[in-house]
């Protein structure tokens, strides 16, 4: 697929689609491996706590006859598969459009149960807006930890619980089918994943997730594509072999039922620092926190950001008629108080005042002559203009000697900025030009990067040299603390996209979410990295990060029913760990989808 | 002997400037005194009726105190676990809470302050006294009237007080799906607390938060420095969720 996810307009399905599909279930999830006969000719009686007692007779290899809390006996197709001493099967129970997973430890007899249901018609609080129904298509779950009872044996006292483990660990998988998916689980209730096979663009995307350990080297993990399609993904693996074995039930964006069984190998590509307490083990499950409720959710509820779901469309008209209410540039005063994603800005240069310089792009790009007579104006003249524009700006000093500035282009409609980053020792700039509105949103920004020189009296720039995209920050993360009371962790996680993950009050990382980006190396260390919400609030960052200081600045860019606002970014970094995952991406990589 | 004088003497004192204020520590000598044997005899002895009619006012007061503890120690306790939407039903129905220069009135103003102010920013839970800044507690004290149908009290509290960011920027929403998304400080003072009893019970009539030290502190932090935090400058409607008149406040 080359629409991206966070695009595209997945069915609506109905109840009643979705029941006359799931009919197919009753035979059991396929499998390209063999199924395990394991349970062949077994009964057992799984308990779990606050949740269903579920009593199992196992035909043969691929029909059970099963019981909940000692209800009538249903029968049902399952599959079953093994990974070392774990057996894990499937099976659905399509009249009631849920389905049970069930993952066993021999060694132990602990059982983790995944409820799975579609249609549940759950409801979910949104942020700021009146709850939402969730989806028919999007597949809830629900874990019970338990045990398989023994005749003569007491209860366990410990059972198989939710772990921070896996938190900072990434992977790359290769299923049997061919299907071929990295995962950074940068957060203990999401999975970050860019799926190698299925789509066209390597962009990643953030699916609300499970992980469950079995022992110091099992562990169980799970993840819906909740606000895509509501795929979900479920596995038990042991990282001693990087193996797998799993299940995928849900509809893809043809709107096909998937319900198979997987195995797969892979191998870990790398570890990042987790930052909460050395006594925090993630026992604790992360779920919806509304001020002042803070009490566990229902049934199928977990914490899932759904910014689509807040984000008002606007026309394009409607939003230049805000900006001509109100375009604020850089707080709106000379003096104004640093703004919130600024307290920890870089500081503001007088590099430029005084100089006088064109700044010419390539390929037929803009010609601008700019003047700066102060610390926090400047006067710009595009080629084959007479008159000045007279606009505010803030300049940083990003790297020795290379200057970093923005300001809005004079009148312009759409409502456009530009950012330019201008190396005073060697002449190359690159301008990152955005302005309001995309073919999605009028309230959407977009931007694009062009390169260029800077010609200055004494400086002799380049003919061919030019800054250049570059893939030099790919897995590499950082937490940035715009203020004390602000940090987040971008992940670099793919040459398209990035990822930014919030700390919770200790630290543990927690809510995430994922947008596209561009990166532009201006130096060695030093770094042009570009990112837009979309599809989520239409905002962009467009940061100079210099990881020589681990300290990043730069300007923020949005508009919408209030207006536009050209704003100011700068954050104190962290590095905290890096992905091997460069040699997964490029054309090259692309084997057709 | 000796010890029962010394107890009398005590309640002597304590009925001069404050008439009926009891410290807890002397109500409890007091109750032990009259659940001793050798010191019930002592005290029938003088002149029975007055002293058994003493006695009993003594222990009515002394368990209209132990309400009045327990009441406040289930304000905290609700605070400090977010239950806000049960604080509500403790006050009166025409009761007022000052909070940070702001008088919030009646049940609806009670509402707001609790439901959504507090709610809003995670305020009260109980946290440790910021370390380094100078802040001497008052003793909590109980004080019931003579007609024991009203009383006033004293507790210290040092509690985490917070505020939402105000920004609809992606991080703050994300922060506030998981709980976040506050600015958190900590404060410490005293509850001033007037208390009324009606055939229901004792309920707050007024409450005082009498803030004596704000600092940048959170548990686990091992510094803090002394904080300003602006009072309310609006009222409601034009604050959403700020008080029905501003105050003075401490």
Same mark, same amino acid.
């Given at each position: 697929?080359?629409?991206?996810?966070?695009?595209?307009?997945?069915?609506? #399905?109905?109840?009643?689609?979705?029941?006359?599909?799931?009919?197919?279930?009753?035979?059991?999830?396929?499998?390209?491996?063999?199924? =395990?006969?394991?349970?062949?000719?077994?009964?057992?009686?799984?308990?779990?706590?606050?949740?269903?007692?579920?009593?199992?007779?196992?035909?043969?290899?691929?029909?059970?006859?099963?019981?909940?809390?000692?209800?009538?006996?249903?029968?049902?197709?399952?599959?079953?598969?093994?990974?070392?001493?774990?057996?894990?099967?499937?099976?659905?129970?399509?009249?009631?459009?849920?389905?049970?997973?069930?993952?066993?430890?021999?060694?132990?007899?602990?059982?983790?149960?995944?409820?799975?249901?579609?249609?549940?018609?759950?409801?979910?609080?949104?942020?700021?807006?009146?709850?939402?129904?969730?989806?028919?298509?999007?597949?809830?779950?629900?874990?019970?930890?338990?045990?398989?009872?023994?005749?003569?044996?007491?209860?366990?006292?410990?059972?198989?619980?939710?772990?921070?483990?896996?938190?900072?660990?990434?992977?790359?998988?290769?299923?049997?089918?061919?299907?071929?998916?990295?995962?950074?689980?940068?957060?203990?209730?999401?999975?970050?994943?860019?799926?190698?096979?299925?789509?066209?663009?390597?962009?990643?995307?953030?699916?609300?997730?499970?992980?469950?350990?079995?022992?110091?080297?099992?562990?169980?993990?799970?993840?819906?594509?909740?606000?895509?399609?509501?795929?979900?993904?479920?596995?038990?693996?042991?990282?001693?072999?990087?193996?797998?074995?799993?299940?995928? #039930?849900?509809?893809?964006?043809?709107?096909?039922?998937?319900?198979?069984?997987? &195995?797969?190998?892979?191998?870990?590509?790398?570890?990042?620092?987790? #930052?909460?307490?050395?006594?925090?083990?993630?026992?604790?499950?992360?779920?919806?926190?509304?001020?002042?409720?803070?009490?566990?959710?229902?049934?199928?509820? &977990?914490?899932?950001? &759904?910014?689509?779901?807040?984000?008002?469309?606007?026309?394009?008209?409607?939003?230049?008629?805000?900006?001509?209410?109100?375009?604020?540039?850089?707080?709106?005063?000379?003096?104004?108080?640093?703004?919130?994603?600024?307290?920890?800005?870089?500081?503001?240069?007088?590099?430029?005042?005084?100089?006088?310089?064109?700044?010419?792009?390539?390929?037929?790009?803009?010609?601008?002559?700019?003047?700066?007579?102060?610390?926090?104006?400047?006067?710009?003249?595009?080629?084959?203009?007479?008159?000045?524009?007279?606009?505010?700006?803030?300049?940083?000093?990003?790297?020795?000697? #290379?200057?970093?500035?923005?300001?809005?282009?004079?009148?312009?409609?759409?409502?456009?900025?530009?950012?330019?980053?201008?190396?005073?020792?060697?002449?190359?700039?690159?301008?990152?030009?955005?302005?309001?509105?995309?073919?999605?949103?009028?309230?959407?920004?977009?931007?694009?990067?062009?390169?260029?020189?800077?010609?200055?009296?004494?400086?002799?720039?380049?003919?061919?040299?030019?800054?250049?995209?570059?893939?030099?920050?790919?897995?590499?993360?950082?937490?940035?603390?715009?203020?004390?009371?602000?940090?987040?962790?971008?992940?670099?996680?793919?040459?398209?996209?990035?990822?930014?993950?919030?700390?919770?009050?200790?630290?543990?990382?927690?809510?995430?979410?994922?947008?596209?980006?561009?990166?532009?190396?201006?130096?060695?260390?030093?770094?042009?990295?570009?990112?837009?919400?979309?599809?989520?609030?239409?905002?962009?960052?467009?940061?100079?990060?210099?990881?020589?200081?681990?300290?990043?600045?730069?300007?923020?860019?949005?508009?919408?029913?209030?207006?536009?606002?050209?704003?100011?970014?700068?954050?104190?970094?962290?590095?905290?760990?890096?992905?091997?995952?460069?040699?997964?991406?490029?054309?090259?990589?692309?084997?057709?989808? | 002997?000796?010890?029962?004088?010394?107890?009398?003497?005590?309640?002597?004192?304590?009925?001069?400037?404050?008439?009926?204020?009891?410290?807890?520590?002397?109500?409890?000598?007091?109750?032990?005194?009259?659940?001793?044997?050798?010191?019930?005899?002592?005290?029938?002895?003088?002149?029975?009726?007055?002293?058994?009619?003493?006695?009993?006012?003594?222990?009515?007061?002394?368990?209209?105190?132990?309400?009045?503890?327990?009441?406040?120690?289930?304000?905290?306790?609700?605070?400090?676990?977010?239950?806000?939407?049960?604080?509500?039903?403790?006050?009166?129905?025409?009761?007022?809470?000052?909070?940070?220069?702001?008088?919030?009135?009646?049940? =609806?103003?009670?509402?707001?302050?609790?439901?959504?102010?507090?709610?809003?920013?995670?305020?009260?839970?109980?946290?440790?006294?910021?370390?380094?800044?100078?802040?001497?507690?008052?003793?909590?004290?109980?004080?019931?009237?003579?007609?024991?149908?009203?009383?006033?009290?004293?507790?210290?509290?040092?509690?985490?007080?917070?505020?939402?960011?105000?920004?609809?920027?992606?991080?703050?929403?994300?922060?506030?799906?998981?709980?976040?998304?506050?600015?958190?400080?900590?404060?410490?003072?005293?509850?001033?607390?007037?208390?009324?009893?009606?055939?229901?019970?004792?309920?707050?009539? &007024?409450?005082?938060?009498?803030?004596?030290?704000?600092?940048?502190?959170?548990?686990?932090?091992?510094?803090?420095?002394?904080? =300003?935090?602006?009072?309310?400058?609006?009222?409601?409607?034009?604050?959403?969720?700020?008080?029905?008149?501003?105050?003075?406040?401490?």
């Amino acid at each position: 697929m080359n629409i991206p996810m966070h695009r595209f307009k997945y069915t609506k #399905l109905t109840k009643d689609q979705i029941g006359k599909a799931l009919k197919a279930t009753e035979a059991g999830p396929k499998s390209k491996s063999d199924l =395990s006969d394991v349970l062949k000719g077994k009964s057992i009686k799984i308990i779990t706590q606050n949740g269903p007692v579920l009593e199992y007779k196992f035909d043969d290899k691929n029909r059970l006859t099963f019981s909940e809390n000692g209800g009538k006996k249903i029968k049902a197709g399952y599959g079953a598969l093994t990974l070392r001493q774990m057996i894990f099967f499937s099976h659905m129970m399509p009249e009631d459009q849920r389905g049970y997973n069930v993952y066993i430890d021999q060694d132990t007899n602990l059982v983790t149960v995944i409820e799975v249901g579609l249609s549940t018609g759950r409801t979910e609080p949104t942020l700021g807006g009146d709850p939402i129904v969730v989806d028919d298509r999007e597949v809830q779950r629900q874990l019970y930890f338990g045990y398989v009872e023994v005749a003569g044996q007491e209860a366990p006292k410990e059972l198989h619980h939710l772990t921070n483990r896996l938190e900072g660990k990434g992977l790359y998988w290769k299923q049997d089918t061919g299907h071929e998916v990295l995962e950074l689980y940068a957060s203990v209730a999401n999975t970050n994943f860019v799926d190698l096979t299925r789509q066209a663009d390597d962009l990643s995307y953030v699916a609300p997730s499970d992980y469950v350990r079995v022992n110091h080297h099992i562990f169980i993990h799970d993840k819906t594509e909740c606000e895509f399609s509501g795929m979900f993904t479920s596995f038990v693996c042991d990282l001693f072999e990087c193996t797998q074995a799993g299940v995928r #039930l849900g509809f893809n964006e043809k709107d096909e039922l998937e319900y198979y069984m997987f &195995r797969g190998e892979g191998k870990v590509v790398g570890q990042l620092a987790f #930052l909460e307490p050395f006594d925090e083990h993630g026992k604790s499950g992360m779920v919806y926190q509304a001020p002042g409720d803070p009490t566990i959710p229902g049934k199928w509820q &977990r914490m899932t950001y &759904r910014p689509a779901r807040t984000f008002k469309y606007m026309t394009d008209e409607e939003v230049h008629e805000a900006a001509l209410k109100n375009t604020i540039k850089f707080g709106g005063t000379e003096g104004a108080a640093p703004q919130m994603m600024a307290i920890n800005n870089m500081p503001y240069s007088d590099i430029l005042v005084g100089k006088k310089f064109i700044l010419r792009y390539d390929n037929g790009g803009p010609v601008r002559h700019y003047e700066f007579p102060e610390k926090y104006k400047l006067r710009y003249m595009e080629e084959g203009e007479n008159k000045w524009h007279e606009e505010p700006c803030r300049v940083y000093e990003g790297d020795d000697n #290379l200057a970093w500035f923005a300001h809005m282009l004079t009148d312009s409609k759409p409502r456009a900025s530009v950012k330019m980053a201008v190396d005073l020792t060697n002449g190359l700039t690159t301008c990152i030009h955005s302005h309001m509105g995309t073919k999605y949103y009028g309230n959407e920004t977009t931007y694009r990067a062009i390169f260029g020189v800077c010609e200055m009296e004494g400086l002799e720039p380049p003919q061919y040299v030019r800054h250049e995209f570059t893939d030099e920050l790919v897995g590499h993360a950082f937490s940035w603390s715009y203020s004390d009371q602000m940090t987040s962790m971008h992940l670099y996680t793919s040459p398209h996209s990035m990822s930014w993950t919030i700390f919770t009050a200790n630290q543990t990382m927690g809510a995430q979410w994922c947008s596209p980006c561009i990166y532009v190396k201006l130096r060695e260390g030093v770094y042009l990295f570009c990112q837009n919400e979309e599809a989520c609030n239409g905002a962009q960052m467009i940061e100079l990060i210099n990881t020589k200081v681990t300290h990043d600045c730069g300007f923020g860019f949005s508009g919408g029913a209030t207006g536009v606002n050209l704003g100011v970014v700068g954050a104190l970094g962290r590095h905290i760990g890096c992905f091997n995952i460069r040699e997964f991406y490029g054309p090259k990589k692309k084997k057709g989808v | 002997m000796a010890i029962l004088k010394s107890q009398t003497d005590d309640m002597q004192a304590d009925r001069g400037r404050r008439s009926f204020i009891w410290k807890v520590g002397a109500g409890m000598s007091a109750v032990a005194a009259a659940t001793v044997p050798g010191y019930a005899k002592t005290l029938f002895s003088s002149d029975k009726k007055t002293n058994i009619d003493d006695l009993a006012k003594q222990i009515t007061i002394l368990e209209n105190e132990k309400i009045i503890n327990v009441l406040h120690k289930q304000y905290e306790e609700l605070l400090d676990k977010g239950r806000y939407s049960e604080i509500p039903a403790m006050f009166t129905d025409n009761a007022e809470v000052v909070f940070n220069g702001g008088l919030f009135k009646g049940t =609806s103003g009670i509402k707001r302050l609790f439901c959504n102010c507090f709610a809003s920013g995670m305020t009260g839970r109980k946290i440790n006294h910021a370390p380094g800044i100078d802040f001497k507690p008052e003793q909590d004290r109980v004080e019931i009237s003579p007609d024991q149908r009203s009383a006033k009290a004293i507790f210290t509290y040092s509690i985490q007080v917070g505020a939402p960011i105000d920004s609809d920027s992606t991080l703050v929403k994300m922060a506030r799906l998981q709980g976040e998304g506050i600015r958190k400080w900590w404060e410490a003072g005293v509850y001033e607390v007037s208390y009324v009893k009606d055939i229901k019970g004792w309920k707050i009539e &007024r409450l005082e938060y009498k803030t004596f030290a704000k600092a940048d502190y959170k548990p686990g932090q091992s510094y803090a420095k002394p904080i =300003s935090i602006p009072i309310f400058s609006k009222v409601f409607p034009a604050e959403p969720f700020g008080p029905d008149r501003l105050v003075k406040s401490v």
